[in-house]
T-cell receptor, first 117, second 112 residues
Framework: GAVVSQHPSWVICKSGTSVKIECRSL??????MFWYRQFPKQSLMLMAT?????????EQGVEKDKFLINHASLTLSTLTVTSAHPEDSSFYIC?????????????FGPGTRLTVL | GDSVTQMEGPVTLSEEAFLTINCTYT??????LFWYVQYPGEGLQLLLK?????DKGSNKGFEATYRKETTSFHLEKGSVQVSDSAVYFC???????????FGTGTRLQVFP
C-alpha cells in the first residue's frame, strides 16, 4: 500500500531556532500534500495544502511566514517552523494524495512531535 | 461551522465484545464521511467511508451507516479483537474539496 514517511519522528529545539520537517511519499507521486497540527486530546487541524511547484494555501489563522511550506517535487514536501516558540510545540502530521487516485484518497504520515524549550 | 464530534475515550472492552463509537457531525452541505484508524507508531489509515445518506461503509468487520436524519456516522463492530486496539477518528469532507475535518479521536483498548 501507499506509504508516507515523516522525518524526524520527534525533535526538541531551543526557542528562537527553526526546525524543518520532511514528508515523503515513498511509492507514489503526490501532487498535493497536506499539513496538520494536533494538540493533545484535540482533533487534527489542517494548516495548509501544498501543490507541487506552486505556493501553499494556508488555512485561516495560520501564519504563512511562521510555517513555511515547500513542495518542490512530487514526493517531498517540507514544513519549516521558523523562530519556534514553546507554543509551537505540537504533533505535526502530513498527508499526501496519490496523483493517480481518487480525490478521497489521502495517505498519512506517522507524525512528528515537536517540543520547543 | 462544519465540525465532527466523537465520544471521548478510552473505550475499554474485552475481546469479542460489541463495539460502538459514536460520531455526529455538523455541515452546511452534504459531506462525505470517513472513519480513520491509527495504530501505535503509524499514520492514519482510511478504514471506511460513505458518500451519501443511507450508505453503509464497511471494512475488516467494521461498519458505519450515514444517517442524515440524525447527522451521525457511528462505528460498530460485532466482535472486537486485541489487534483492533488503536485510535479511531471520524471525519467529514465537503464537496470536491480535499479538506478533511476530524473529530478528536477515540482510543479503543481491547483486552484478552
Amino acid at each position: 500500500g501507499a506509504v508516507v514517511s515523516q522525518h524526524p519522528s520527534w525533535v526538541i529545539c531551543k526557542s528562537g531556532t527553526s526546525v524543518k520537517i520532511e514528508c515523503r511519499s515513498l511509492d507514489f507521486q503526490a501532487t498535493t500534500m497536506f499539513w496538520y497540527r494536533q494538540f493533545p486530546k484535540q482533533s487534527l487541524m489542517l494548516m495548509a495544502t501544498s501543490n507541487e511547484g506552486s505556493k501553499a494555501t494556508y488555512e485561516q489563522g495560520v501564519e504563512k511566514d511562521k510555517f513555511l511550506i515547500n513542495h518542490a517535487s512530487l514526493t517531498l514536501s517540507t514544513l519549516t517552523v521558523t523562530s519556534a516558540h514553546p507554543e509551537d510545540s505540537s504533533f505535526y502530521i502530513c498527508s499526501a494524495r496519490d496523483a493517480s487516485g481518487s480525490t478521497d484518497t489521502q495517505y498519512f504520515g506517522p507524525g512528528t512531535r515537536l517540543t520547543v524549550l | 461551522g462544519d465540525s465532527v464530534t466523537q465520544m471521548e475515550g478510552p473505550v475499554t472492552l474485552s475481546e469479542e465484545a460489541f463495539l460502538t463509537i459514536n460520531c455526529t457531525y455538523t455541515a452546511t452541505g452534504y459531506p462525505s464521511l470517513f472513519w480513520y484508524v491509527q495504530y501505535p507508531g503509524e499514520g492514519l489509515q482510511l478504514l471506511l467511508k460513505a458518500t451519501k445518506a443511507d450508505d453503509k461503509g464497511s471494512n475488516k468487520g467494521f461498519e458505519a451507516t450515514y444517517r442524515k436524519e440524525t447527522t451521525s456516522f457511528h462505528l460498530e463492530k460485532g466482535s472486537v479483537q486485541v489487534s483492533d486496539s488503536a485510535v479511531y477518528f471520524c471525519a467529514l469532507k465537503l464537496g470536491n474539496t480535499d479538506k478533511l475535518i476530524f473529530g478528536t479521536g477515540t482510543r479503543l483498548q481491547v483486552f484478552p
